[in-house]
């Protein structure tokens, strides 16, 4: 795998999948939780740089830790509409950054643009609009 790239590390299609202290590494679109897709995470490490978390499905988050190593939102959730069910829930979670500084948002309106330094400094978005 080369870094830099796109790989996931996990493509979620189940429905009320359990992972438990489990550890995902990777880059963009590391973590899909795909259409019907449902997962409860507790106690995970998750960890990526442009929208690692994302996808069209349900994700439950409880006391995990979830870190952003480079310049993008943390998750991308996608539904077909506004009266789809799915979302991302985040509970006694830890997100944080680990980049020292940098523009750290994007979004996919390329008029649109995060570029003070001093805003971005340990900074972390967690979604795209």
């Not at 590494?25 to 990526?48: A, H, P």
């Not at 480079?70 to 789809?84: E, F, I, K, P, Q």
């Not at 008029?111 to 001093?118: E, G, L, Q, R, Y």
């Amino acid at each position: 795998m080369r870094k830099g790239t796109t790989h996931l590390a996990l493509d979620l299609e189940g429905s009320q999948a359990g992972f438990y202290n489990v550890k995902f590494y990777g880059f963009q679109d590391t973590f899909l939780i795909n259409r019907g897709g449902s997962g409860y995470f507790k106690n995970c490490y998750i960890e990526g740089s442009v929208d690692f978390i994302w996808g069209y499905g349900t994700g439950y988050f409880q006391g995990s830790t979830i870190v952003s190593n480079s310049r993008g939102y943390v998750t991308a959730h996608n539904r077909d509409s506004a009266s789809s069910t799915g979302g991302f829930y985040f509970n006694s979670c830890v997100i944080k950054a680990t980049v020292p500084s940098g523009t750290l948002a994007s979004t996919y309106d390329p008029s649109i643009a995060f570029t003070s330094v001093s805003k971005a400094i340990n900074t972390c978005y967690l979604g795209r609009p």
